[in-house]
Every structure is written in structure tokens, then in C-alpha cells.
Nanobody
């Protein structure tokens, strides 16, 4: 069974930074790894995705210029560097693995438990 694991969440002041790490829990080939977030009472929303092989990556408009997604082949992790955080970035952040280059969370088959991010204004 694939066990996707996230780490790196926490509490930070507005304007601060956090780095989330996703360990996909299985060897990746043509997979897509995505980051999503869900705030209380809201729909799960797309944050970023990256193709494990190749350079294709995509960021949601709401985080462009502040967040960056990257791969660490040595550690076999996918990282989400979040900078200039805002209160509206507060949510549980999930890492997911799928086979389609898609911003819809329903396209992803494997999910982690999530890691909470709280940004105090």
C-alpha cells in the first residue's frame, strides 16, 4: 500500500516562510505529484503540481511568486517552499500522487494525511 507522507507544517507569522516535504512512499516514474490545501468549511483546492520526470510544474495563481515546488531526486521527495505567507494560506496541506497532469484533486489516487499550516496575521 502506498503511504504518502507530508511534513513541515506549523505556525508562522504573516510574511514568514515554511517548507513542506512530501515523501511519496513508492518509486515514481511518470507520476505527477500535487499539493492541495483545504481550509475549514472550504473545498480542497489546488496549490501546485510537478511531473516527477521532466521539468513541468504548475502553480495556482493565488500562490505564484510566493510558493515554489521542486524535486529532490537524492531524497526522493517533492518540496513546497512557501514564502511571504498570508493568513489566507492557513489550511491543511496535502500531498497527492497521480498519473494525470491535472489540477483537479479527483485525478489523484494516493493521498497523505495532511500537515497543518497556520499563518497568524
Amino acid at each position: 500500500q502506498v503511504q504518502v507522507k507530508e511534513s513541515g507544517g506549523g505556525s508562522v507569522q504573516a510574511g514568514g516562510s515554511l517548507r513542506l516535504v512530501c515523501a511519496p512512499g513508492r518509486p515514481l516514474s511518470s507520476d505527477i505529484v500535487g499539493w492541495f490545501r483545504q481550509a475549514p468549511g472550504k473545498e480542497r483546492e489546488f496549490v501546485a503540481l510537478i511531473r516527477w520526470r521532466g521539468g513541468s510544474a504548475l502553480l495556482a495563481d493565488s500562490v505564484k511568486g510566493r510558493f515554489a515546488i521542486s524535486k529532490d531526486y537524492a531524497e526522493r521527495t517533492i518540496n513546497l517552499q512557501m514564502s511571504n505567507l498570508k493568513a489566507e494560506d492557513s489550511a491543511v496541506y496535502y500531498c497527492a500522487v497521480g498519473s494525470q497532469y491535472d489540477t483537479n484533486h479527483r485525478a489523484y489516487s494516493y493521498w497523505g494525511q495532511g500537515t497543518p499550516v497556520t499563518v497568524a496575521s
